[in-house]
């Protein structure tokens, strides 16, 4: 029996094009003492993978090497065990790769029950929700009574970062890039203020929300919103910097705010990402699972059917177009 995989043959340059895939047929590997093989049935696209296809060394995990399957978070079904730690039938969730199969020692893979949805558990307990959580309440501090931005609000990171927040009691400033975004955060999830960074009015509009200031600030993008929202920030606030989505595809990149603006602020800047803290994964994921089971977390997924829609379908994270968390279903 022969099953894809999709493999990286070249490294992108800006773009995210559909020459650097090469789609596979491979034959299902005989397992080794210890190995498992897992049938994969979601995948999660993320911002993240344009990074991973870098050729850069000095990062927070080594780029996907040329010839290699493209590395993606995903969930399965264990079918065949020599690992008495997953035995057939267990349900799994980890970095498997764009591939309909996978096989593993384990390492790395969390068990998940087997009725929790999958939509469910990509976006709020897996990769986003644990960046979500880590961002918010390790890096950010949130107290209540503060006000806090978060751009990209609508994707499935910033959108789980809000309603936590506004469950914690603070203000929330959602900035999102088009009015149906900006409906969504403000109609369903509650949003204090949701705020449309393409509109020309878009740094009045922000001042007029924050009449008090920005004391937190989790962000997502980079590009045109970041500055305003910099120089809205009160003394001594902090910043959380999870993704810069507007400059992944970039060869240079944009100037930032300046350093001048973080002495008068006394800011706090801290960027993060999750490979330093996997081992907090089972305590955030319980958290989260908390939080959905009460009822205090709203998600939405875009799901893409079949294998073959994954290389295109990354790019929608960056063109904007994903309404939610974006999944391949095979």
């Not at 800006?14 to 047929?25: G, K, M, R, V, Y």
């Not at 997502?220 to 910097?241: C, D, K, L």
């Not at 507007?246 to 800011?267: C, D, F, H, M, Q």
Request: charged share 20%; with cysteine; glycine share 10%.
């Amino acid at each position: 029996m022969n099953y894809q995989a999709i493999k990286l043959v070249k490294r992108p340059t800006e773009a995210i094009t559909p020459d650097l895939f090469e789609t596979t047929s491979q034959a299902l590997p005989t397992l080794k003492d210890g190995e498992l093989l897992v049938k994969l049935t979601h995948l999660s696209l993320d911002p993240a993978m344009r990074g991973w296809m870098s050729a850069d060394e000095n990062s927070y995990i080594p780029p996907v090497q040329l010839g290699d399957t493209m590395r993606a978070s995903g969930i399965g079904f264990v079918e065949q065990s020599n690992n008495e730690q997953f035995p057939v039938g267990t349900r799994v969730m980890g970095l498997m790769g764009l591939t309909e199969y996978a096989v593993s020692d384990g390492s790395g893979l969390n068990k998940l029950p087997a009725e929790l949805p999958a939509e469910a558990v990509l976006s709020v307990i897996a990769l986003p929700g644990i960046t979500a959580y880590h961002g918010l309440f390790e890096v950010l501090k949130p107290e209540s009574g503060q006000t806090i931005a978060i751009t990209a609000a609508a994707g499935s990171v910033g959108s789980l970062v809000g309603q936590m927040a506004k469950n914690k009691g603070l203000t929330v400033i959602g900035v999102a890039g088009s009015q149906e975004k900006c409906a969504w955060l403000k109609d369903e999830l509650n949003f204090d203020h949701a705020l449309n960074y393409k509109d020309a009015d878009f740094a009045d509009q922000l001042n007029a929300a924050a009449t008090d200031g920005i004391d937190l600030f989790f962000e997502n993008t980079g590009g045109i919103a970041q500055q305003p929202i910099f120089e809205a920030m009160n003394p001594h606030g902090r910043i959380a910097v999870c993704g810069m989505i507007a400059e992944y595809n970039k060869t240079e990149a944009s100037p930032g705010p300046s350093w001048v603006g973080i002495i008068k602020r006394r800011l706090t800047i801290q960027g993060f990402t999750m490979p330093d803290h996997w081992h907090r994964i089972p305590e955030y994921g319980q958290a989260l699972g908390a939080m959905l089971s009460k009822g205090e977390l709203t998600y939405r997924a875009h799901v893409l059917n079949g294998l073959d829609q994954a290389p295109d379908g990354i790019n929608l994270l960056f063109r904007g177009e994903n309404r939610g968390k974006l999944i391949v279903e095979i």
